[in-house]
């Protein structure tokens, strides 16, 4: 594992960045809208089982395309752990970790409520804290684009601005009138749909950046 993420160049890491968001930011939006909604059903496990039973397919259909959510997101851990390890080695570590157990906690909770070992409600207990890990990766990772140099700062911003909005939108909604709260949603889809596209057209440019700003610090 080690020699595979050694061989991954900075340029590599950047267009998997950048893939792997925006494939999994299609799925999510397909699953989340239009397969997940079909079982919701709070606090009613029998409704649930029943749903299961007569949609097996449906469901097969929506763990697969979460559990492939999931794989993208593992490659996006990976991914910021090589982009980010030029500026701080101990913040790259633990953006990678955190998206890494946000990605654990969301397969142990798809596959628990596939299999009917939780209902719905337990099921977004577990989503929460699985969102608690996520909303700390994206922290992690804005504040170290922010210090890089070799990323543009405003894509810091824009994730640190993401982390306070998902903050809201996970833990705090009551607080936040609707329409707000929607006016914040979006800086959780531009901040990292915005470092993504970035990444993916320009990240062949970041080893050009980084030897400009070794060089810039020894004059």
Known sequence: MKNLIADISLNQAARIIGIAFILSFILAVIVGNFILPNFINPGDTEALANDIEDNEQLLSTAVVGYLLILAFDTAIALGFFILLKPTNRILAF??????????????????????????VSSYGTIKLIGYLFFTCHIFVTGYTVYISGYIPRIFGVLLILAFFSYILAFYLSFLVPEALLLIFMLFMIIGELSLSLWLLFKGNKIPELISKKITKSKV
């Open 94 to 119: 633990l953006s990678g970790n955190l998206r890494l157990l946000y990605v654990a906690t969301m397969v142990i909770s798809v596959l628990a409520l596939a299999f009917q070992f939780i209902d």
